[in-house]
């Protein structure tokens, strides 16, 4: 057999996504928490990527820790870290950083400053690549 038949070559494969973690800084928040978890929850199932909900409960008063240890329970990918006092929304921030398993942060809060469903359309503007460098767009 000559060899003049039909080659099969493979065509470069995309990179995975990268994998999100979100952080979500909350204080007093045991009435609204479980609703704005069941929010997130099928946005970031949606996004098809690695991911995290880090629930940063800042000091709260009532039971906003127990609701989220409830939720973390139920769900892997929601992890509860805890201040034990009022620290603020920084240095919520901050502790939701250090704790962030993935490359890309992504942060909210329990007032939506973007609907959890708005995230699919950032991160696929971090997933865009110009072809003709083959490198990331920068997001501004």
């Known amino acids: 057999t000559g ?19 979100v952080v979500l800084p909350v204080r007093d928040a045991a009435g609204r928490l479980a609703a704005a978890v069941a929010e997130w929850l099928p946005a970031l199932a949606a996004l098809k990527r690695p991911w995290e ?22 769900t892997p990918n929601v992890v ?38 708005d995230l699919g359309t950032l991160l696929a503007r971090l997933d865009d690549v110009d072809p003709q460098y083959k490198r990331r767009l920068e997001v501004v």
Do not use: N, W
Not at 57 to 74: I, M, N, W
Not at 80 to 85: C, E, K, T, W
Not at 99 to 116: C, F, G, M, Q
């Open 3 to 21: 060899g003049d038949g039909p080659y099969i070559t493979s065509m470069p494969q995309d990179p995975p996504p990268d994998p999100v973690s």
């Open 53 to 74: 909900l880090l629930v940063v409960d800042d000091g709260s008063a009532d039971d906003t820790a127990a609701v989220a240890e409830q939720l973390a329970a139920k």
């Open 80 to 117: 509860l870290l805890r201040h034990d006092v009022r620290r603020g929304v920084g240095a919520c921030l901050r502790t939701g950083f250090a704790a962030a398993k993935h490359p890309v942060i992504a942060t909210s809060a329990l007032d939506y400053p973007y609907a959890p469903a």
